[in-house]
């Protein structure tokens, strides 16, 4: 069974959806699945460096009070999948690229939803700042990948490139907030749904 997830690394809801997707799968003990992670940049044109956190919620929300209740229900949901989110640690709001960038190459070695999150741990449980090039190196090798391998991708241009296109093909054909997943072609599911939710619409493609 094909399931694309269309998804960004700091964006919360898809930690969460993240978690009940593997508990979804995990269900289905003798069922395979091929599961692709598809980049979807909450914020495509973030400087290279990322920007302070709270100068991001200034200019997203108007003020960190106004997003605190959007965030309040975030992190209740979180903790309903035993995520204890610490938002306060983080500082900086990244640019994702290069994260989507290991994401993509770990699951091309069959570790793609460790190592997917691991980077959503360090951000939204450790405040880390994922758009690092040697923290995200660090947490490939963690992984057994070669460091080499990570920085030749982290520097070609084709690599990046697919990032920004990835979310604008999204774009082009609706999808406007993540998570989103597709399944084999033909089920849509938008939102981090409740895993009672996902394995409804696995039953249903099986």
Not at 36 to 47: R, S, W, Y
Not at 76 to 89: H, I, Q
Not at 105 to 126: C, D, P
Request: charged residues 25%.
């Amino acid at each position: 069974m094909k399931i694309k997830v269309f998804a960004d690394t700091i964006c919360g809801w898809c930690y969460i959806g993240h978690a009940r997707l593997l508990k979804a799968l995990n269900y289905f003990e003798n069922e395979s699945f091929d599961v692709e992670h598809k980049p979807f940049q909450l914020n495509p044109d973030m400087p290279k460096q990322g920007i302070r956190r709270l100068d991001y919620l200034k200019f997203k929300f108007g003020s960190k009070e106004a997003a605190q209740p959007m965030y309040d229900i975030m992190v209740a949901e979180g903790l309903k999948e035993n995520l204890k989110f610490n938002l306060d640690k983080i500082q900086i709001t990244p640019n994702t690229t290069l994260s989507h960038i290991l994401i993509k190459l770990a699951f091309t070695k069959k570790i793609g939803h460790q190592v997917l999150n691991e980077i959503y741990n360090s951000y939204f449980l450790k405040g880390v700042n994922i758009g690092d090039a040697d923290i995200l190196i660090s947490i490939g090798k963690s992984h057994n990948i070669n460091e080499k391998e990570i920085i030749d991708l982290f520097t070609l241009d084709k690599e990046i490139n697919d990032i920004t296109k990835s979310g604008s093909v999204a774009r082009s054909i609706g999808i406007n907030g993540v998570p989103f997943l597709e399944i084999n072609n033909k089920t849509y599911i938008s939102g981090a749904q409740s895993t009672a939710n996902l394995i409804d619409a696995i039953k249903v493609n099986l």
